[in-house]
């Protein structure tokens, strides 16, 4: 999932890019995507996300909304600092075999998404993207949808 709206540094009002929060509006397309992601029949049992400000608010939204016992876990390597490939296969490491929402940023997502399935994905804000991993370095796209 790519993180949900949020405003300009300026518009609002921080210091960094790490620090920009989700709009009202991103916080309404994150519940809105999570509910259809729980209709196409995803069911993640954790939330991964960037430590940047708007993703971890995207990560606490969705773990809401999927009812998760856990808090989001930062990750590190969501900080949109490595290449989608490295993402992906370090996540697997990491985390093999777990059916897990991810929160990070554009290119990082899109880039992993298009590194593993071959296919070209638009990711919006809130933009969410679904994938059967298959192997160490390869998934299959299931679906993507965008608010």
Sequence with gaps: MRHGHSPSVTEAGVLSDAERPLSDRGKADVRRMVRQLLEKGGSPSAVFTSPL???????????EVLRLKDPPRVYAPLSNQISGAELFLAFRKDFKGAQAL??????????????????RVDFKPAGIAAIDAKGASQAGLLWSINP
């Design 53 to 63: 400000t708007r993703a971890m608010e995207t990560a606490a939204v969705a773990a």
């Design 102 to 119: 991810i929160v990070g940023h554009q290119p990082q997502v899109g880039d992993m998404i298009s590194a593993v399935t071959a296919k």
